[in-house]
Nanobody, 123 residues
Framework: QVQLVESGGGLVQAGGSLRLSCAASGRTFSNSAMGWFRQAPGKEREFVAINWRGTSTYYVDSVKGRFTISRDNAKNTVYLQMNSLKPEDTAVYYC?????????????????WGQGTQVTVSS
């Protein structure tokens, strides 16, 4: 079992930066893919960035070059550094974990979720 708690959301002006953190409990953190997803009002949840058990990362095209996902296995924490934020980045951001080796960006195939943190980017 994995429990996830996000923090770091807030209100920022366009062009600004935020860093999200996700603290995980449980023994499977180091063996899990960790990801960040987001959901804007009226839209489906979409993947933003994924770290595949520390070996590689994957980003949705719209955030490449602006967002960076990283993880600290010693602290059981995953981060999302968001730079050059745009109003279209406004959403609730969720941390998720998926034990095992299967690589997927489909939210329904991820096992554990945090409660979400709101990110609002003003123009």
């Amino acid at each position: 079992q994995v429990q996830l708690v996000e923090s770091g959301g807030g209100l920022v002006q366009a062009g600004g930066s935020l860093r999200l953190s996700c603290a995980a409990s449980g023994r499977t953190f180091s063996n899990s893919a960790m990801g960040w997803f987001r959901q804007a009002p009226g839209k489906e949840r979409e993947f933003v960035a994924i770290n595949w058990r520390g070996t590689s990362t994957y980003y949705v095209d719209s955030v490449k070059g602006r967002f960076t996902i990283s993880r600290d296995n010693a602290k059981n924490t995953v981060y999302l550094q968001m730079n050059s934020l745009k109003p279209e980045d406004t959403a609730v951001y969720y941390c998720a974990a998926r034990p095992g080796v299967v690589r997927t960006t489909t939210p329904q195939q991820w096992n554990y979720w945090g409660q979400g943190t709101q990110v609002t980017v003003s123009s």
